[in-house]
């Protein structure tokens, strides 16, 4: 046992054991042991779709260092750390001026009228493309609209996706809020699909419940399309991904 982890165990300052992953000494439980490399698939799938190094160490119940030492050791690229030098060049070239104005002329509007802009967006694309679009006649509703499918009302929840100047990337919440205005995540079987639209854009992305209720936010870079990282931004596949309906 490295000296300054037996002398932290000497003090009760912290509790460190030794993983077979990272062939080295991380801080967390003592009934942490080594996971096989698909149960650390699924953290780096987790990071992939938006969560932080902390948001995965708290949804697997490990620490944040655990979390990091696993990618190192598998060569996972995490995002401010080992980051490639080009693609940051690329963020840092990328001219986003007139996003950064949209973001700014959007900002600017309550956030009802904004809710209610988006949905009659994606009613209209809907209909575009030929839909039976059906909306809910309370606003209670816990669905934002449906589309009549082959005998059955597929459900749609709407999200807005809201622009980062700093990263350059859009991000959106995948979730509700409960009677005491709490974030919550949405239950397995009450979403059909996410429908979120990217401002300034005018891009939609169609994400499955299934996949979506697993994420509690999606980030997404539609105005990059040069720069694409298939391996960062697991996203990009639901891009206008309107066929997912039919």
């Known amino acids: 046992?490295?000296?300054?982890?037996?002398?932290?165990?000497?003090?009760?300052?912290?509790?460190?054991?030794?993983?077979?992953?990272d062939e080295g000494w991380c801080s967390g439980r003592m009934n942490q042991y080594a996971?096989?490399?698909?149960?650390?698939?699924?953290?780096?799938?987790?990071?992939?779709?938006?969560?932080?190094?902390?948001?995965?160490?708290?949804?697997?119940?490990?620490?944040?260092?655990a979390v990091h030492a696993v990618f190192k050791k598998h060569g996972w690229p995490t995002r401010g750390l080992n980051a490639s030098k080009?693609?940051?060049?690329?963020?840092?070239?990328?001219?986003?001026?007139?996003?950064?104005?949209?973001?700014?002329?959007w900002d600017s509007i309550d956030t009802l009228t904004k809710g209610a802009i988006v949905e009659n967006y994606v009613v209209?694309?809907?209909?575009?493309?030929?839909m039976d679009v059906w909306r809910p006649i309370l606003s209670s509703h816990k669905s934002d609209m449906g589309i009549f499918m082959e005998g059955r009302l597929v459900r749609i929840q709407v999200k807005?996706?809201?622009?980062?100047?700093?990263?350059?990337?859009?991000?959106?919440?995948?979730?509700t809020r409960d009677k005491h205005g709490?974030?919550?995540?949405?239950?397995?079987?009450?979403v059909d699909f996410f429908v979120v639209y990217c401002p300034g854009i005018h891009d939609f992305y169609v994400i499955p419940g299934d996949v979506g209720v697993n994420n509690h936010s999606v980030?997404?870079?539609?105005?990059?399309?040069?720069?694409?990282?298939?391996?960062?931004?697991?996203?990009?596949?639901?891009?206008?991904?309107?066929?997912?309906?039919k």
Not at 38 to 59: C, D, F, I, P, R
Not at 87 to 105: A, P, R, T, W, Y
Not at 124 to 130: F, P, S, Y
Request: aromatic share 12%.
């Open 1 to 21: 046992m490295p000296a300054l982890a037996a002398a932290r165990m000497a003090r009760g300052v912290g509790v460190w054991r030794y993983s077979q992953v």
């Open 219 to 245: 980030t997404m870079i539609p105005h990059r399309k040069r720069f694409k990282e298939p391996t960062s931004y697991v996203w990009e596949e639901y891009q206008n991904a309107f066929h997912l309906l």
């Open 86 to 105: 080009d693609c940051v060049s690329h963020i840092k070239k990328f001219d986003d001026s007139q996003l950064i104005e949209m973001k700014n002329k």
């Open 160 to 175: 807005t996706a809201s622009y980062d100047p700093k990263l350059k990337r859009f991000r959106a919440m995948l979730q």
């Open 35 to 65: 996971k096989p490399d698909s149960e650390y698939s699924k953290w780096y799938e987790a990071y992939k779709n938006g969560l932080t190094l902390k948001g995965v160490a708290q949804m697997f119940g490990v620490s944040k260092q």
């Open 124 to 130: 209209c694309k809907l209909a575009e493309l030929g």
């Open 182 to 190: 709490k974030h919550i995540r949405y239950t397995k079987g009450t």
